[in-house]
């Protein structure tokens, strides 16, 4: 559809809520109709006026309910008419997005004391009496001259040989605060540390980028001891040749927890005699994942072969579930907490100390507007932003969905690219999107959490979250992405009007959010010239109508797409019926805000690029009807049928898994510690 041959039916004002849409008159749309489309065209005069509707439903209640679309009549370009058919013009429907919304509520600012963190401290690592050649990798490899406030305070905990619980903001050097340490610890052993030792340090992190990450930086620090060999394991790569290497030799070993519980299960040449180190990175996202049992297994398995070790656990939010893991392997820890008045915040508090030049918005947006919305923001030039979906199917369809609609424009030169990044991913490819963002100026990362930890891509610019994490410490981890190392940095979170209570559970974990209307954010459309359907016709920057064209045309756009094949509009349901479920993910104590009844299903399916709420959504992604029963059957023939809490513990799960098959289902997990060390 050309977008010149669109006349659009776009209300002039919002509607204020279900009760006005309900007396509004036909007669009074048709009038408006022609206004807008006077002296457009001869032949839109001559179109039979819109059918009347009925009445738009008055709770919005998940089923039965259908999405509105406006029935207008095609305007054919000059001399195309031969496309014509016979008998008029075919009707064209287009999205009414700013139609029969209720009004969006206002919700009161709430004051919020956030909490801050000094980011650098004024000390150099020349001041710790570390090996010169590592002080020398430092600040001339690379290029850090002085510590940052985590690293002068766990540095020398760490170098004394103490445990040590380290909390700082996302950001803020972690990483090196152990490495360091480690490096200086291990390249003192004597006699030599010897490759065939095997580990001598045990880097545990909850995702295979996490891990990648760690061992790059462990291996830049240890150019200068290059007796000591680094080595990952992290699942998704062939469990022979990680086998191989472990044969060969491995001294700091950084992995995921389940592929490490797998070797220790099944490599015979995998032993902790030598271990020295136990870091725990991520230390409440590891025990959130349900990698307890892993945890508990690991060590076990330190423990019955080594002597005293020292430990550390870190993270930007350490939770009460971390205490029970700092119970079973801290001996007399050091806490390091930079919040700027430790004695009032207790250290295992969900809290956000933040970087100041770290600007957070929110963003209430009617479930109807949600998809244009969602697209356009921030459209800043040139942005590096990364966008957090609730899961793979919802990162594939956007994905595919925006690179084929979406030109970003190519303003100043820079071509903004789109990246998805998941846990369905081949490792390969997870890999190389993860370089090829790491290292790109400008882009736009579609994922799911899997990259919201401990993740460091250098200049991100915005953090969109498209859905709302189900915890605090999620959303400081995901925001924590961006204005990392005192850079500046913009998050927005997006919300539906039946979930802006989100707000307060925020508020109650001191972190605030200054508010962004929708209509600033659709006004970035005024930006893109591919989206204009007047010619000619001037807009101002703050010109309403004119925004609420161009949201029409991009979301008409998108509705083009997902029904142009039946794999689209498929790949479009798969995808709502992803949104729906995650929707039962959320946990206890947020049910009442996230309420799957709360949803209107024709509004929700417009964000999906879908015309109408489909019906029996289950039963057409499930495909041939007759198949689906000899499932049936065959499940009570006595397969279990998954139950749900199960299948989305797998989907999550399945994020962040060792990339093995799935364990036997009896085998029995060492449920005790032995705390020998
Ligand atoms: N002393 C320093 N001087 C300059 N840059 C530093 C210094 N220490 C660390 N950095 C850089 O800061 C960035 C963030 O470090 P790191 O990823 O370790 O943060 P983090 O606290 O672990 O973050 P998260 O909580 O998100 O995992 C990295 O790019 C790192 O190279």
Redesign the pocket.
């Known amino acids: 559809m050309g977008e010149q041959g669109l006349i659009l039916n776009i209300s002039e004002a919002p509607v204020k809520s279900y009760k006005n849409v309900q007396k509004s008159q036909p007669v009074r749309k048709w009038e408006k109709f022609k206004a807008l489309t006077r002296n457009k065209s001869k032949d839109a005069s001559e179109a039979p006026p819109p059918p009347k509707r009925p009445a738009p439903p008055l709770s919005p209640k998940l089923h039965g309910k259908k999405a509105k679309a406006d029935v207008i009549p095609r305007k054919v370009p000059a001399g195309r008419s031969e496309e014509r058919p016979k008998g008029g013009r075919p009707p064209i429907k287009t999205s009414s997005l700013f139609k029969n919304n209720p009004e969006l509520p206002d919700i009161e600012r709430l004051e919020v004391k956030q909490l801050q963190e000094k980011v650098f401290s004024s000390d150099s690592f020349s001041d710790l009496g570390l090996h010169p050649h590592l002080v020398a990798t430092l600040t001339d490899v690379?290029a850090?001259?002085?510590?940052?406030s985590?690293?002068k305070m766990t540095i020398p905990a760490l170098l004394s040989g103490r445990d040590a619980m380290v909390r700082?903001?996302?950001?803020?050097?972690?990483?090196?605060a152990y490495g360091v340490p480690l490096v200086q610890a291990l390249q003192e052993v004597t006699p030599k540390i010897q490759r065939s030792d095997g580990p001598y340090a045990l880097i545990l992190v909850p995702t295979r980028e996490l891990a990648l990450q760690s061992f790059s930086i462990i291996q830049k620090l240890l150019k200068p001891f290059m007796w000591i060999v680094p080595g990952v394991l992290m699942g998704g790569e062939k469990r022979k040749s990680e086998k191989a290497r472990l044969r060969k030799g491995i001294n700091i070993l950084i992995s995921t927890p389940g592929r490490l519980v797998d070797h220790i299960r099944s490599t015979k040449n995998i032993h902790f005699t030598h271990i020295r180190w136990l870091v725990v990175d991520?230390a409440d996202r590891i025990l959130d994942l349900g990698f307890e049992k892993d945890l508990t297994a690991i060590l076990n398995a330190l423990n019955a072969q080594s002597e005293r070790r020292q430990n550390v656990l870190l993270?930007?939010t350490l939770t009460q579930g971390v205490t029970r893991l700092a119970d079973i392997s801290l001996h007399l820890p050091v806490a390091v907490s930079v919040t700027a008045d430790p004695c009032s915040e207790p250290m295992l508090e969900v809290t956000s100390p933040w970087s100041s030049e770290l600007r957070t918005f929110r963003a209430l947006l009617s479930q109807n507007g949600f998809f244009s919305t969602r697209w356009w923001f921030p459209c800043d030039l040139k942005p590096k932003m990364i966008v957090f979906f609730p899961s793979c199917e919802l990162v594939e369809f956007y994905h595919t969905l925006l690179s084929n609609v979406l030109h970003l424009q190519q303003r100043e030169g820079d071509k903004a690219v789109f990246l998805r990044l998941h846990g369905g991913m081949k490792q390969e490819e997870r890999t190389d999107v993860f370089q090829q963002f790491s290292g790109a100026r400008a882009g736009i990362l579609l994922c799911t959490d899997v990259a919201a930890?401990?993740l460091?891509l250098?200049q991100v610019t915005w953090i969109v979250q498209y859905n709302a994490p189900a915890s605090a410490a999620e959303y400081i981890?995901r925001v924590?992405r961006t204005a990392?190392?005192g850079t500046h940095g913009n998050s927005l979170l997006i919300l539906i009007p039946s979930e802006a209570e989100y707000i307060q559970t925020l508020v109650n974990h001191k972190i605030s959010v200054s508010e962004i209307k929708m209509e600033e954010i659709l006004s970035n459309l005024l930006l893109e010239d591919f989206l204009v359907i007047r010619r000619g016709k001037k807009t101002g920057t703050s010109d309403p109508q004119a925004v609420r064209e161009r949201a029409t045309v991009l979301q008409t756009k998108f509705e083009d797409y997902v029904h142009a094949s039946a794999e689209t509009s498929l790949s479009a349901k798969k995808a709502l019926q992803s949104y729906i479920r995650s929707y039962a993910t959320y946990p206890k104590n947020l049910k009442h805000v996230f309420h799957i009844r709360s949803l209107h299903l024709g509004h929700v399916a417009k964000s999906f690029g879908l015309r109408d709420a489909p019906h029996n959504l289950s039963q057409q992604l499930a495909g041939n009807p007759k198949k689906q029963k000899a499932m049936k059957n065959k499940r009570s023939d006595g397969h279990k049928t998954l139950r749900t809490k199960q299948r989305f513990s797998d989907l999550l799960t399945s994020e962040f898994s060792s990339g093995l098959p799935p364990k036997p289902k009896k085998m029995k997990m060492p449920q005790s510690i032995d705390k020998t060390s």
Do not use: F, I, N, Y
């Not at 850090?144 to 940052?148: D, I, P, W």
């Not at 950001?171 to 090196?176: F, H, R």
């Open positions: 690379l850090m001259s002085r510590m940052t985590v690293q700082s903001q996302t950001g803020s050097g972690k990483t090196l991520e993270s930007a930890r401990g460091d250098p981890h924590g990392r190392l």
